[in-house]
């Protein structure tokens, strides 16, 4: 255990939980909780000429859990949060670790982001890590066959359009069946029209095309799911995304897993993922089991 958490219990961590992640000084907190003995981390590899256009990589120790010394390891490239006008890679060393600590290689991405930049710019940018991760993947001990994107909010918005949209990954010369699956954390996948005030910014409203949408572009072909959120959550409706996506794919004959949780908001399901809240939703568990049965 580090200084930080021998000094706070975890019930005055607990209690903190409403401004973590939504401060530059609730993540330090939370960061301040992770390990170090479980991953090395690379950063600030270019995956574009943009300055935005940085990823941090995370590869598991070998003592690990998942071993990462028996073999190559799956990765996954996750996309945080903030309605596509705010975020740092930096901030969520925390879903490294978490990754890392199962042995998991994981790439966290910066993308551009609103209102200097309008839809589809972040998609764009995604996909071009998600390339970055495939050409890369077996220098920094990962499978290429067992790649998955990954977001929180409107990075699951980001991951979902990289995974069932066909058109982002074609341009860079992939294609969603590359993928060995995508995870959704609290994504909204059906959002027209748009009332909140920062998203109209990014998707350029009222003239947001209807393809923006990832609920209309699931289908036979797109790659396993796994969608989880909170069951109250107050910022997107789970109902009308999570579940509703999961439906749709479902219906298509798709392999999806989901489930809603208690006891979480949107902002700490994802902060359930560091080590010290881990007790507060199996979110961490949910996603390593996903990735190695669907690796």
């Given amino acids: 255990m580090n200084t930080f958490t021998s ?17 530059c000084s609730g993540v330090d907190l939370l960061n301040a909780t992770v390990p170090t003995t479980t991953y090395r981390r690379t950063q600030g590899l270019a995956y574009g000429p943009d300055p935005r256009q940085l990823l941090d990589v995370y590869q598991p120790q070998a003592n690990s859990a998942g071993n990462a ?13 903030g309605s596509w006008s705010s975020g740092e890679r930096g901030d969520y060393r925390f879903v490294g670790e978490a990754l890392a ?12 982001l609103s209102p200097a930049f309008r839809y589809p710019a972040f998609v764009q940018d995604s996909a071009s890590a998600v390339r970055w ?3 890369h993947a077996q220098e920094h001990g990962a499978d290429a066959k067992r ?20 058109r982002w990954l074609a341009a860079v010369g992939l294609s969603p069946s590359r993928l060995a699956g995508w995870i959704g954390l609290a994504g909204p996948y059906d959002f027209l029209p748009i009332g909140d005030p920062q998203t109209r910014v990014a998707f350029s409203w009222p003239g947001t095309p209807a393809d923006s949408q990832p609920l209309a572009h699931a289908s036979a072909a797109s790659p ?18 999570t579940l509703a996506l999961a439906r749709r794919l479902q219906a298509s004959g798709v392999r999806v897993e ?4 208690e006891g979480v908001s949107h902002v700490s399901l994802l902060a359930s993922m560091a080590q010290v809240l881990r007790g507060r939703a199996p979110v961490l568990a949910r996603v390593a089991g996903f990735v190695q049965s669907a690796g």
């Fill in 7 to 23: 000094h706070l219990p975890r019930r005055s961590l607990l209690a903190m939980l409403p401004a973590l992640l939504t401060a």
């Fill in 69 to 81: 010394g028996s073999g190559m390891a799956p990765m996954v490239v996750f996309f945080y949060g």
């Fill in 101 to 112: 600590s199962q042995g998991i290689v994981a790439v966290v991405a910066d993308y551009r």
């Fill in 133 to 135: 991760a495939f050409d």
């Fill in 147 to 166: 790649i998955f994107v990954m977001g929180h909010s409107a990075g699951a918005y980001n991951a979902a359009m990289v995974a069932l949209d066909k």
């Fill in 224 to 241: 396993p799911a796994l969608l989880l959120a909170p069951v109250n959550d107050s910022v997107v409706d789970p109902q009308r995304s």
């Fill in 258 to 261: 989901s489930a809603l949780f």
